[in-house]
Every structure is written in structure tokens, then in C-alpha cells.
């Protein structure tokens, strides 16, 4: 049987962005056009450069990194699940990767990264930013305008 691969494995095996045309959909998820699939250390490079007292969107991340790439977007799907690696991975090196900074494209906070929304809410608290409830269970930035950063 194979071990299980660390976060940290998994960041640093997974394979360079490429960008792969898309010919034809019925998918707004994956229009046609040439979408990035990005890696965890492509994420990771971006996140490092936020602020503290800011947040920067998912969708500006996956935004600026197509521009990067000369591609029309990024993969959702895959940013998301290389933002969880790259959380998971900062927090078994202890490296400071401020991946909680990163929120989704309306200002929630996510269940997903380590220790939840409220986990992360409480690091923004102690940069400054304001979290309120959203919802019935989660939190998101309180003036996602004022504290958004832009790479």
C-alpha cells in the first residue's frame, strides 16, 4: 500500500500550468476559449505577495493569473482545490503563506481551508479586518471594498 502524500508532496509534485484550448462547450463553468490549469506553487506565489489588512478574491486570483499565462481564465475547479493544498501545505511547514487572506469573489469566507471560516476569520481579525455573519452559519468580510487587494 502507498503512503498517503503530504500537502507540502502535493504542492511541490504537481505538474507546471499549462493552458489548454477549449473548442466547444455547453458549460459556463468552461467556456470556449483558452483556460489556465494553474499549480499550487503558481497560487501560492501570488498569495504571499497580499498584505496584511487585506483580502484578495478568489476571482481576481484566478484573474490575475490568466493574465499572466496569456489566457482567457484560469480553472476554477483547480484553483480551488491548489488553494486548499496550499493552505494545508503552509500550515505543515508553518512557512506563513497568509492563504486566509484569500476569500471568495462575494467576500465569504471558506469552510474549506484549515480551520474553517471561523479559523479564518480570526486570523483576518488579528490583521484588522472586519468579519460579519453571512447566512446562517457562515462569515465573509464586512468592507470587502476597502480592505480588496489587487496584484
Not at 507540502?8 to 484550448?21: C, E
Not at 473548442?23 to 501570488?46: R, W
Not at 490575475?64 to 480551488?80: F, I, N
Request: charged content about 25%.
Amino acid at each position: 500500500m502507498t503512503a498517503r502524500k503530504s500537502a507540502v508532496q502535493k504542492r511541490d509534485s504537481a505538474p507546471p500550468p499549462r493552458v489548454q484550448p477549449i473548442t466547444s462547450s455547453k458549460s459556463k463553468t468552461f467556456p470556449v476559449g483558452n483556460m489556465l490549469i494553474a499549480s499550487p506553487l503558481e497560487l501560492q506565489a501570488v498569495i504571499r505577495q497580499i498584505p496584511a489588512g487585506s483580502v484578495l478574491t478568489l476571482d481576481a486570483l484566478r484573474d490575475q493569473l490568466a493574465r499572466k499565462w496569456h489566457a482567457d481564465y484560469t480553472c476554477p475547479l483547480t484553483a480551488g482545490i491548489f488553494l486548499r493544498v496550499v493552505a494545508e501545505a503552509a500550515e505543515e511547514e508553518a512557512n506563513g503563506v497568509p492563504y486566509w487572506r484569500v476569500v471568495r469573489g462575494d467576500g465569504r469566507l471558506t469552510t474549506l481551508l484549515p480551520g474553517g471560516d471561523a479559523g479564518q476569520a480570526e486570523k483576518l481579525r488579528e490583521e484588522g479586518v472586519r468579519c460579519v455573519p453571512a447566512g446562517k452559519t457562515g462569515r465573509r468580510v464586512a468592507d470587502l471594498s476597502t480592505v480588496a487587494w489587487q496584484p
